[in-house]
């Protein structure tokens, strides 16, 4: 049987919900990002037990067809943006599209409907808070940060970070590294 997971989405959101069912008895077949498939069918008060061991850790078991649809957006954003190193070779609307089965105008129309903010908005958040942590681990060059992140130039990354955060990547950085500075110095 297949479980729609909201909230999952990370591989310590995977072995959270993996340990949760295994303590009520469940056996997980395949655990993916917002959605697990287990061996047995459940009841009705085995699905409540099931949802309130999840609401625990801030997860939370899924009914609705529209709900479940905008976790599965969600999820292919996260996984691209966060998880994948390899840029597309198609657009994103034709890549969803194939990925969910669905017409992107549907799946964009749904998904602004229920978000309130479109499937672009969306990515271009993610984008931004991958690019905040980039900024954090200070490994990268901002050069390389845009090349990774698809950017087409370090100018197109620094106008959407700044439009997002109303800082530059610059600023952000300084004053992380201000802040670290104040930590060292208590």
Same mark, same amino acid.
């Given at each position: 049987?297949?479980?729609?997971?909201?909230?999952?989405?990370?591989?310590?959101?995977?072995?959270?919900?993996?340990?949760?069912?295994?303590?009520?008895?469940?056996?997980?077949?395949?655990?993916?990002?917002?959605?697990?498939?287990?061996?047995?069918?459940?009841?009705?008060?085995?699905?409540?037990?099931?949802?309130?061991?999840?609401?625990?850790?801030?997860?939370?078991?899924?009914?609705?067809?529209?709900?479940?649809?905008?976790?599965?957006?969600?999820?292919?954003?996260?996984?691209?943006?966060?998880?994948?190193?390899?840029?597309?070779?198609?657009?994103?609307?034709?890549?969803?599209?194939?990925?969910?089965?669905?017409?992107?105008?549907? *799946?964009?129309?749904? @998904?602004?409907? &229920?978000? +309130?903010? /479109?499937?672009?908005? %969306?990515?271009?958040?993610?984008?931004?808070? !991958?690019?905040?942590?980039?900024?954090?681990?200070?490994?990268?060059?901002?050069?390389?940060?845009?090349?990774?992140?698809?950017?087409?130039?370090?100018?197109? *990354?620094?106008?959407? @970070?700044?439009? &997002?955060? +109303?800082? /530059?990547?610059?600023? %952000?950085?300084?004053?992380?590294?201000?802040? !670290?500075?104040?930590?060292?110095?208590?």
């Amino acid at each position: 049987m297949k479980l729609f997971i909201k909230n999952m989405v990370c591989i310590r959101c995977k072995m959270v919900v993996t340990d949760e069912l295994s303590k009520l008895g469940f056996h997980c077949i395949i655990v993916e990002l917002g959605e697990v498939q287990i061996e047995e069918e459940i009841t009705p008060e085995q699905r409540v037990l099931i949802q309130v061991a999840l609401l625990r850790s801030g997860l939370e078991l899924m009914d609705d067809k529209k709900s479940i649809l905008i976790q599965k957006i969600k999820q292919v954003i996260i996984e691209l943006v966060h998880y994948s190193e390899e840029p597309l070779r198609v657009r994103f609307s034709d890549f969803l599209s194939k990925k969910l089965n669905y017409d992107y105008t549907y *799946l964009a129309n749904i @998904f602004s409907e &229920v978000q +309130g903010v /479109t499937i672009e908005q %969306f990515i271009i958040s993610h984008k931004i808070e !991958r690019v905040k942590e980039l900024l954090v681990y200070d490994e990268l060059t901002l050069s390389e940060i845009a090349f990774k992140m698809h950017y087409s130039s370090v100018s197109h *990354l620094s106008a959407q @970070f700044k439009k &997002v955060t +109303g800082l /530059t990547p610059s600023h %952000f950085k300084q004053i992380k590294n201000n802040r !670290r500075t104040m930590l060292d110095d208590l």
